[in-house]
């Protein structure tokens, strides 16, 4: 058996720092948990309810590859079944614009984003395919307060398509919530469906448990506040975080997914089963795509996932082949295929205040901790 004392240690000792009120933890390979831990309270108040596995979280930037990433492999596979393009009777590549007999369009991730929108003109965007949304590659800048002066799918997507590009596509890789908005809008439309009843039907399909978008008030009690928002001037506690995620009406390509460590873990067991073989998220030649590295210069992405650097949130132990990502609320999710391991470290640093940053040395040590007990 495994002993994850020094792992529970430092998140015992993080919440004694105020790092984060509280924190869940899940460690695991493709067909086991070893290992399972809840600490602190859901809020510093007094009366504060103690955490526990079934603490809800804003997932936040997790939404963006466990729903989003997600979502386009899963078109992808639509259009491309047998890593074979769709062809006419005509011998011709299939036509975007129309639908199948379920109202699905073609996705393709060398199509441009012109062929989606409308609005997305101009000579210095024209060759931005949905390979360079996903690789945060686009030229697309980081993130705006659209929420200010914007509501709904209408106002955001021509705000963003009309937007100057802050630099070169494929030149640089900036991380980028605008991007995985969009995409969001294009799985909407290649399946004749929003983002979140398609992620709905997953959830399903894998029994993965407390993981969606807008959350219900029954969850309510155990779901962990995030901030005091002054904009809109109350705490926040079961509505999304994140101002253009809320101005979306908490559904969005880049944010919105609330839910709990052991859903997240019985995600993570579905991607490592997926890529030992299985057919459970994507096939399995998709999901490897998506995890090649990209080939921009200075970029630590692949599609949708970030990949293992020194200076990652997994910290150094991990191997080269390892992915994950994070959210801004205090979340994280990394798998490691060559050790069969997957982490999940959910936590609401952002409570009572975003201007905490603890976390950021508290992500890498628990990470090492992690692979130094799984090592004995």
């Known amino acids: 058996m495994f002993s994850f004392t020094a792992v529970s240690d430092r998140l015992d000792d993080a919440v004694a720092r105020r790092v984060f009120p509280c924190a869940t933890i899940e460690v695991g390979s493709s067909d086991d948990v070893h ?42 596979d639509r259009d491309n079944p047998d890593d074979q393009h769709h062809k006419d009777d005509h011998g011709d590549d299939d036509d975007h614009n ?17 062929r989606w929108f409308d609005a997305w003109r101009g000579d210095d965007r024209r060759d931005v395919t949905v390979t360079d949304l996903l690789e945060h590659a686009s030229g697309l800048t980081a993130h705006l307060p659209f929420f200010r002066d914007h509501r709904g799918r209408a106002e955001f997507q021509h705000v963003i398509c009309t937007l100057p590009l802050e630099y070169r596509p494929r030149s640089a890789s900036v991380y980028s919530d605008l991007g995985f908005i969009l995409l969001a809008f294009i799985v909407a439309d290649a399946a004749g469906i929003s983002i979140d009843v398609q992620f709905d039907r997953l959830a399903h399909r894998l029994a993965l448990g407390d993981l969606r978008y807008r959350p219900p008030t029954a969850w309510r009690p155990r779901i962990a506040p995030t901030e005091v928002d002054g904009w809109r001037g109350r705490l926040l506690r079961g509505e999304v975080h994140d101002e253009n995620g809320w101005a979306l009406g908490g559904v969005a390509g880049h944010t919105g997914l609330f839910g709990t460590a052991p859903a997240v873990g019985r995600f993570a067991r579905a991607l490592l089963d997926t890529l030992h073989g299985s057919t459970r998220l994507a096939n399995p030649a998709t999901l490897r795509r998506f995890l090649q590295p990209s080939p921009v210069p200075g970029s630590s992405r692949a599609l949708g996932w970030d990949t293992m650097l020194l200076t990652s ?56 901790a992690v692979v130094d007990a799984l090592a004995g």
């Open 35 to 76: 290992w399972q831990h809840a600490c602190g309270t859901l809020s510093y108040d007094d009366d504060a309810t103690p955490a526990a596995l079934d603490t809800v979280f804003d997932l936040a930037s997790l939404t963006k590859v466990l729903a989003t990433t997600t979502l386009v492999m899963q078109a992808v």
């Open 313 to 368: 949130s997994c910290g150094h132990r991990l191997s080269p082949q390892a992915f994950g990502h994070t959210g801004f609320t205090g979340t994280s999710l990394w798998l490691d295929p060559s050790q069969d391991l997957y982490i999940v470290l959910l936590t609401n640093r952002v409570h009572p205040s975003r201007t905490n940053n603890a976390i950021l040395e508290v992500r890498p040590a628990v990470h090492d």
């Open 98 to 114: 129309n639908r199948d007999q379920d109202g699905q369009r073609a996705l393709r991730l060398d199509d441009t984003l012109d």
